[in-house]
């Protein structure tokens, strides 16, 4: 299968390259002719590869102006959960001048990084599933017009990983896997007076006692479990503190690194205030893409993409016009 990932990877780089008949010939290598394509909120579920070319590439070539991908991670594996299959994770930023509309989004004519988590099921050397978060708000942010207001965590670029090893690392990734889904299992059960779960954190806790968390737009990243705890996890719990997770269609491990995803992964009931948005009482799902760097047996760092833009919209927001209603600011 390498030979395969490595024609995979070429070809998604390909596809943002200047001449469009050469990013749609790029497209067709990558994808198979009714690959089955999930975007996050706005354009959500698209059928076959023709139809993403005209609703998501074009329209994001139009937008970010000589647009190039970058890649931070890009793993892949074998998929432990029962959907099976071999599969690609990506933490991408697509990069160029935001010189256009995207989706009703009002452009800044700036450089921007629309930061991107992707899940890829490949058969007979070409994807056949594709399933996209773009962050959007994050993007909104960076053009000037924060649709949240920078309530949480600090809003910056997601770093690439700090041993810079992310594209194809070598290894078996099951140790990594492991680890992470030791972690999700105590993760899961709280006190709900306290936030904690067992053993996540101390002497032979899973987490790095300098772990880096980096969050989406909304919820930004954050230092340390303590900054987590502020910065995420209370707010997240305080609001829906009946949340289930781990829904997940997709677990994947290679070398140093672990990726899993649910579509949606959370369901849950708004009991309380979150980003601005007073409890509605609406159950809710969540979509969610999460991807680890492991070392010495505990996790170091953890990239997270969240589908907002869909969670926002089940409570009944408008990310979009509430964004391109702000008076624009400089940052």
């Known amino acids: 299968m390498s030979d395969d990932i490595g024609r995979i990877h070429a070809a998604l780089t390909g596809i943002w390259a200047e001449d469009d008949a050469a990013a749609q010939r790029a497209l067709e290598t990558a994808f198979s002719d009714d690959c089955a394509f999930y975007f996050s909120h706005p354009v959500n579920e698209?059928?076959?590869?023709?139809?993403?070319?005209?609703?998501?590439?074009?329209?994001?070539r139009a937008a970010l102006r000589h647009v190039r991908r970058r890649d931070e991670i890009f793993i892949t594996?074998?998929?432990?959960r029962a959907v099976?299959?071999?599969?690609?994770?990506?933490?991408?930023?697509?990069?160029?001048?935001?010189?256009?509309?995207?989706?009703?989004?009002?452009p800044s004519n700036r450089l921007a990084f629309l930061r991107s988590g992707e899940f890829y099921r490949v058969e007979h050397g070409r994807i056949v599933e594709a399933r996209v978060i773009l962050d959007l708000p994050?993007?909104?942010?960076?053009a000037g017009r924060d649709p949240f207001g920078g309530l949480l965590g600090t809003e910056m670029l997601f770093p690439g990983p700090a041993t810079h090893d992310g594209i194809l690392p070598g290894g078996d990734g099951a140790a990594s896997l492991d680890l992470i889904e030791a972690m999700l299992g105590d993760l899961h059960v709280y006190d709900p007076n306290t936030g904690a779960s067992k053993g996540q954190t101390g002497k032979g806790g899973y987490w790095a006692d300098d772990m880096l968390w980096y969050g989406p737009g909304g919820v930004?990243?954050?230092?340390?479990?303590?900054?987590?705890?502020?910065?995420?996890?209370?707010?997240?719990?305080?609001?829906?503190p009946d949340r289930k997770g781990g829904n997940h269609y997709a677990r994947i491990g290679q070398g140093n690194y672990a990726a899993i995803s649910g579509w949606p992964s959370m369901?849950?009931?708004?009991?309380?205030?979150?980003?601005?948005?007073?409890?509605?009482?609406?159950?809710l799902t969540l979509r969610v893409m999460d991807f680890y760097r492991c070392a010495g047996g505990q996790i170091a760092e953890n990239w997270v993409c969240l589908d907002y833009m869909d969670l926002m919209a089940q409570m009944g927001v408008d990310l979009i016009a509430r964004s391109n209603a702000m008076e624009r600011t400089e940052g």
């Open 46 to 60: 698209v059928a076959a590869r023709a139809a993403a070319w005209e609703t998501v590439f074009a329209p994001l």
């Open 77 to 80: 594996g074998a998929n432990r």
């Open 84 to 106: 099976g299959g071999d599969w690609i994770a990506a933490v991408t930023h697509y990069v160029g001048t935001f010189a256009g509309p995207l989706w009703g989004i009002a």
């Open 138 to 142: 994050d993007l909104m942010r960076q």
């Open 220 to 240: 930004g990243s954050n230092y340390r479990w303590d900054g987590f705890v502020q910065d995420h996890r209370a707010p997240f719990l305080a609001a829906f």
């Open 267 to 283: 369901t849950m009931t708004h009991r309380g205030p979150y980003l601005g948005v007073a409890a509605t009482g609406k159950a």
